[in-house]
């Protein structure tokens, strides 16, 4: 079978809002996306920060990493650990109800730590 025999049915389901209060804006940081080089059978942790604005609201995290993602996670800046997953095919879907605040003055107060490990060939 090809893929032209096997059509594909999907299905998207949308909700609007009444009313809008603030504007939504995804976190999709590329700006390390191509650091993963880890060398045949090793592994290599890639960690960014990424700062958000003041007065960010943050409701829901997830991940896109490829097969050699093992491990991503998401720390506070207090080191909490806000989001992990495992599976780069399938990664976790966070949310937080009500959402995180991050009113902090400093930058630091309002940075995100995100870090993958990649394995090549390890496991």
Do not use: K
Not at 6 to 30: C, G, K, S, W
């Amino acid at each position: 079978l090809t893929a032209e025999d096997t059509p594909m049915h999907a299905r998207l389901n949308y909700t609007f809002a009444t009313e809008q209060r603030t504007p939504l804006v995804t976190i999709f940081d590329t700006s390390v996306i191509f650091a993963g080089n880890a060398a045949p059978f090793t592994t290599q942790t890639v960690c960014n920060d990424h700062v958000l604005p003041r007065g960010a609201r943050l409701f829901e995290l997830s991940s896109h990493v490829h097969r050699f993602g093992q491990h991503f996670w998401i720390d506070a800046p207090d080191g909490e650990r806000l989001y992990e997953s495992f599976v780069y095919n399938d990664p976790v879907y966070r949310r937080y109800d009500p959402p995180l605040a991050f009113d902090g003055v400093t930058a630091s107060e309002r940075t995100l730590r995100y870090c993958v490990l990649y394995d090549n060939g390890i496991a």
